[in-house]
């Protein structure tokens, strides 16, 4: 029987083929989304086979809606985020309300609801949280300044709590991808991901399913001394 797994953005790309992986593998996978039914609609063939879905309609910016939820949550073995917003564009037009989402969405509301998910952690046996942070969390980037700094935050969240929670057997994690074939690149122009590409010593972008299969690892019985660490997967891009 398969565990119960937490998954904020589960209607994304990189969110969709992890719940795909989870659901193959026989979990419980409660998968969080907001406007994007159609995706979760997807994910109930994969449901059919062996796991057990349950969707969970959320708005990561009402913080009166997380603490309803997490009140009534089914307590899972394992929190994933892989949800988040992008913006572009230079730092001093970036809207007030823009900046707010960014940090609710990326790491204020999935903090406060792991902070309340701990405590049922620590009796599952390898419990673990990951984060699908980002290449710019580490490195930076010109021009999506705030959505850099909240991945880097998100990052520093993991490498603290990865330690504060080692002794209660939880490991806290993350992915830090480079560029992906997602919805938040799609907008890009043939000359743009061309010379993207060029940058990248793989010479692609990731799949998807290539962030999930580093989720599915860091999750894993193969990964049980790994704690507090940031995993990049980005094809030799700023390594």
Not at 46 to 62: I, R, W
Not at 118 to 145: C, L, N, Q, T
């Amino acid at each position: 029987m398969g565990k119960i797994a937490l998954v904020l953005g589960s209607s994304g790309g990189i969110g969709f083929e992890i719940c795909k992986k989870l659901l193959q593998t026989d979990h419980t996978v409660l998968a969080q989304y907001y406007s994007n039914k159609d995706a979760i609609n997807g994910l109930s063939q994969f449901a059919s086979q062996q796991g057990h879905l349950v969707p969970l309609k959320l708005d990561l910016t009402d913080g009166a809606a997380v603490d309803q939820v997490v009140t009534n949550l089914l307590q899972p073995d394992m929190i994933i985020h892989a949800g988040g917003q992008h913006f572009e564009g230079l730092f001093e037009d970036t809207p007030d309300h823009v900046i707010e989402n960014l940090w609710n969405v990326h790491l204020y509301q999935p903090a406060r609801m792991i902070r309340r998910l701990i405590p049922g952690m620590r009796h599952k046996d390898g419990a673990s949280i990951v984060f699908v942070s980002s290449i710019w969390g580490e490195a930076g980037a010109s021009y999506e300044v705030m959505y850099s700094a909240v991945k880097g935050a998100q990052i520093s969240f993991v490498k603290a709590l990865g330690k504060e929670l080692a002794p209660n057997g939880i490991r806290v994690n993350a992915v830090a991808p480079g560029a992906v074939s997602t919805t938040m690149t799609a907008h890009y122009d043939a000359k743009v991901r061309r010379d993207l590409e060029g940058e990248i010593p793989a010479g692609r972008f990731a799949r998807p399913e290539e962030i999930a299969d580093a989720v599915m690892f860091l999750t894993g019985k193969q990964s049980t001394y790994i704690n507090g660490h940031v995993l990049s997967v980005n094809g030799g891009w700023y390594s």
